[in-house]
């Protein structure tokens, strides 16, 4: 397997503009977890998914962000509107069960809004 | 409130040296504990996990220990290289709340001289 798959790597955006990021889990892997990662606060769990359906979103910031998994290979995370704040590194993770089991980490997407 | 806490921030250190980085946490009702390894640009690589019930665990030159009572982790680099050179970051998941959440440190900037 090719790991967990993030596009695009890079992403540099006007403020106000519409942002979506997207991953690809291990095939097989029930779990899907989108973080953040900022110099200030470090990597902070987003969201996570499991079997397709949003299990807690309690780390999403605010309204302007949404996550979808409409189906077991895919995933998005979008920002609408974006803001300068928003940038950082957003990581897609995924694991075959939960407890006890290691999460795969994608290579990130690099968010930038100017 | 769980609070990761990793010490030093940076470290330095020349080739061959044994190391040990460290990592705290605040509430010790956790399920387990993983240490990863982030590359510049890259996403995080799991080196080790150790569940709640564990003391510790090996691989390769790595060895992490575990004093779930202290709150406290060690993760012990033996005979360094250079391209052990990266951040290292521990992560714990609790019990209760959301199962999903690993909480992270904000990681050690190992850097290993020639």
């Known amino acids: 397997d090719a790991g967990v798959i993030q596009s695009p790597r890079h992403e540099v955006t006007e403020m106000g503009q519409e942002v979506t990021l997207r991953c690809k889990p291990i095939?097989?892997?029930?779990?899907l977890f989108w973080y953040r990662q900022t110099m200030m606060r470090g990597l902070e769990l987003l969201i996570y998914?499991?079997?397709?359906?949003?299990?807690?979103d309690s780390g999403m910031p605010e309204d302007r962000f949404s996550a979808k998994m409409p189906n077991a290979s895919f995933s998005t995370l979008k920002i609408q509107p974006s803001e300068p704040r928003d940038s950082a590194v957003y990581f897609c993770?995924?694991?075959?069960?939960?407890?006890?089991?290691?999460?795969?980490f994608g290579q990130g997407t690099r968010l930038t809004v100017v | 409130k769980q609070e990761v806490t990793q010490i030093p921030a940076a470290l330095s250190v020349p080739e061959g040296e044994n190391l040990v980085l460290n990592c705290s946490f605040t509430?010790?009702?956790?399920?387990?504990l993983q240490w990863f390894r982030q590359d510049p640009g890259k996403g995080l690589t799991s080196l080790l996990l150790?569940?709640?019930?564990?003391r510790e665990q090996t691989s390769g030159r790595l060895n992490a220990s575990l004093d779930k009572s202290s709150g406290r982790s060690t993760l012990y680099i033996a005979a360094s290289q250079p391209g052990d050179s990266a951040t290292y970051l521990c992560?714990?998941?609790?019990?209760?709340?959301?199962?999903?959440?690993?909480?992270f440190g904000k990681g050690t900037k190992l850097s290993v001289k020639p």
């Open positions: 993770a995924s694991s075959l069960g939960i407890l006890g089991t290691e999460a795969f």
């Open positions: 095939s097989g892997h029930d779990y």
């Open positions: 998914f499991n079997n397709n359906v949003p299990i807690d």
């Open positions: 509430d010790s009702a956790i399920y387990n």
């Open positions: 150790i569940q709640s019930s564990q």
């Open positions: 992560a714990v998941m609790n019990y209760g709340g959301s199962q999903g959440n690993l909480i």
